[in-house]
């Protein structure tokens, strides 16, 4: 059955219409929720509670064929959230000691990009994700977020320019 009909039968109640899509898009979902996220468990946290919601309110997605991108927007929604909630958070313990961790940071780390990613503000994080973790057009970005596409264009080239600044290296001096 086409994605259409499979959102119409679980439009109607068809639990497992709705099975066939989760599992359609699941790893699309992952991919572009641990983009945003930064983590693995809140990236599979934010789908579950995404396609739970997805579910529960089928009957508000006006054209069928928008699937996708409505679920796409719900599952960044829930990212979001996570994000806003884990801001709330105090800790109790003395944080670890800086030190340790910046033998890890430089330009030859592989983890730079990500953690350069996950700096971002929420919009412009959000649009990175989807345009180079979930490999999805301007359009259909601006359909998920419900901007312009002009919009979402100026997103991503403040974004790259963000990106780009955090991971070139600092200038040193040269002694004379």
């Known amino acids: 059955m086409n994605e259409t009909g499979l959102v119409r039968a679980a439009a109607r109640g068809d639990d497992r219409a709705f099975a066939a899509l989760a599992r359609r898009h699941e790893r699309r979902l992952y991919a572009t929720a ?3 996220a930064g983590s693995g468990w809140d990236a599979a946290d934010a789908v579950q509670e995404g396609l739970l919601e997805a ?5 508000t997605l006006r054209d069928p064929d928008g699937f996708r991108a409505w679920v796409t927007r719900i599952v960044v929604n829930k990212c979001h959230d996570q994000h806003r909630r884990a801001r709330r958070l105090v ?8 030190r340790a961790s ?7 780390s592989a983890l730079d990009l990500a953690a350069a990613v996950r700096a971002l503000d929420d ?3 959000t649009v990175v994700a989807l345009r180079y973790f979930a490999d999805l057009k301007v359009d259909d970005i601006a359909a998920i977020l419900e901007v312009p596409a002009g919009t979402v264009k100026s997103r991503i080239n403040r974004a790259l320019g963000r990106l780009r600044a955090s991971l ?3 200038p040193t001096e040269v002694p004379r």
């Not at 579910?55 to 009957?59: F, K, N, S, V």
């Not at 910046?102 to 030859?108: C, T, Y």
């Open 55 to 59: 579910w529960t309110r089928l009957d």
């Open 34 to 36: 641990h983009s945003i």
């Open 168 to 170: 070139e290296p600092e």
């Open 102 to 108: 910046h033998e890890w940071v430089g330009p030859e």
């Open 123 to 125: 919009d412009h994080r």
């Open 91 to 98: 800790l109790v313990d003395e944080p670890p000691d800086d």
